[in-house]
């Protein structure tokens, strides 16, 4: 028999820019989802058609409403937008180049509520191909050490081990996390001054420092498009992805460095910023 907690509702929260190639797809797989009772999708100033197909489907589906910001705002503005707009009790944040399959959503919330106490859930994210996205498990980044061992940096994936259903890690993918409404509002949501990256692996620490689990579903694969609505501005989303970088590193562990660590986290990550901007520069040319 399911427990009360595993038949709760979730409300799905979208948030999109530009996604116009994926979303009609990513929401009719929404629509279809066990467990979903609300869906949200928030955008943020997409002028690519976008909005005409959220539209369309909000006419079809009366659990869809959204919500159109004039501006962008970021992604944690909008994934905040869209968890006030909602009541169930399970929260499920889902990117617009992702699609989940009719029972991702309920295995997940079923594996989260067997767990003792809070868990923030991610999924076997992998791409067309069938190959894993290692930002699906990552460690936690110690900016200190990356500055002593560059290489670090990219090591941060965790090896997937395949004896385990639920396996703990630091950090889930942004793409597809659920939890407790509860626990998302005792945590305050997602940070604001986050504009774009660095904003899940934020909420991800800031719950295991509530205490709660953080573990990604290993029997729960999941389809992720990557990178849909970055790739018409890679400069922007590269500079704001360093500037979230560099604020969890002030926010989480300068406070325990040094002026010279601290310089030299803040020189590491500019000069990379310089690199991947040659790197474009060079593509476009």
């Known amino acids: 028999m399911t427990s009360s907690a595993e038949r709760g509702g979730i409300a799905v929260v979208v948030v999109t820019h530009a996604s116009a190639s994926t979303i009609d797809d990513c929401l009719m797989r929404l629509r279809v989802a066990h467990g979903v009772d609300e869906i949200r999708v928030v955008d943020n100033a997409s002028s690519d058609g976008t909005m005409e197909i959220v539209q369309r489907h909000a006419l079809q589906d009366a659990r869809l409403r959204f919500i159109a910001n004039p501006d962008n705002p970021g992604f944690a503005v909008g994934c905040n937008q869209g968890a006030r ?20 959503l ?20 992998v791409d067309e191909d069938g190959v894993r996205d290692a930002a699906a498990r990552r460690r936690e980044p110690v900016f200190a050490a990356m500055l002593a ?16 259903i639920l396996q703990p890690v630091d950090i889930v993918s942004g793409a597809l996390m659920l939890l407790p409404r509860t626990l998302f509002e005792r945590l305050g949501g997602f940070d604001e001054r986050y504009r774009l990256h660095a904003e899940d692996m934020d909420l991800c620490r800031r719950a295991r420092q509530a205490g709660a689990l953080l573990a990604v579903a290993n ?7 990557r990178g849909v609505s970055s ?13 979230g970088l560099w604020r969890y590193f002030r926010t989480f562990e300068a406070p325990q460095r040094g002026v010279f660590t601290r310089l030299g986290v803040f020189g590491a990550i500019w000069l990379h910023f310089g690199a991947v901007f040659a790197r474009i520069l060079l593509r476009r040319g």
Not at 109 to 119: E, K, L, P
């Open 219 to 225: 029997d729960i694969r999941v389809l992720h498009i």
């Open 231 to 243: 790739r018409s501005r890679p400069v922007f989303v590269e500079w704001h992805k360093h500037r």
């Open 85 to 104: 707009d909602t009541q169930s009790p399970w929260l499920s944040f889902v990117n617009p180049d992702l699609m989940v399959e009719i029972d991702t």
């Open 106 to 125: 309920s295995r997940l919330r079923a594996h989260a509520a067997g767990v003792a106490g809070d868990a923030l859930l991610g999924a076997d994210l």
């Open 149 to 164: 061992s560059p290489g670090a940096a990219s090591r941060l994936g965790v090896p997937v081990d395949e004896t385990s």
